[in-house]
């Protein structure tokens, strides 16, 4: 990592087409969409790791691509597995790319099959909950 890059962050967070963030809402007490728990990472594949690892049920979490202006809903079906469990790396990347390609459904944008990972340059460690 360069000095440049310490100071101001990822050369992908200044790309206002991609998240700067993902975060995934999970209800803190069953039944109740008030009270929520919020986990974070710099990657959908890093929140969908650290979701996993945190036990996290798919059917409780709602994903969001936070950009600088807006924040956009991500479908959890192209994170899961046919089992419905979370998708683990690089399966997951694999599984967005192929969905974006299909629909170029801007929120899915970034994640490569083949080739250079438009979040590469980013910290993948999930947080939360908050």
Not at 59 to 84: M, N, S, T, W
Request: aromatic share 12%.
């Amino acid at each position: 990592m360069s000095i440049k890059s310490k100071i101001f962050g990822p050369k992908s967070r200044y790309d206002k087409t991609l998240p700067f963030t993902y975060v995934a809402r999970v209800p803190a007490v069953e039944g109740d969409d008030e009270l929520q728990n919020d986990y974070f990472a710099d990657t959908i594949c890093g929140l969908i790791e650290y979701l996993d690892e945190q036990n996290v049920d798919p059917e409780d979490a709602k994903l969001f691509g936070l950009y600088q202006d807006r924040e956009i809903p991500l479908d959890v079906k192209y994170c899961l597995d046919e089992q419905g469990h979370w998708l683990k790396r690089p399966g997951i990347c694999h599984a967005l790319e192929e969905h974006y390609r299909e629909t170029l459904e801007f929120q899915f944008k970034g994640h490569v099959e083949d080739g250079d990972c438009s979040f590469d340059d980013r910290d993948t460690t999930g947080s939360g909950p908050y």
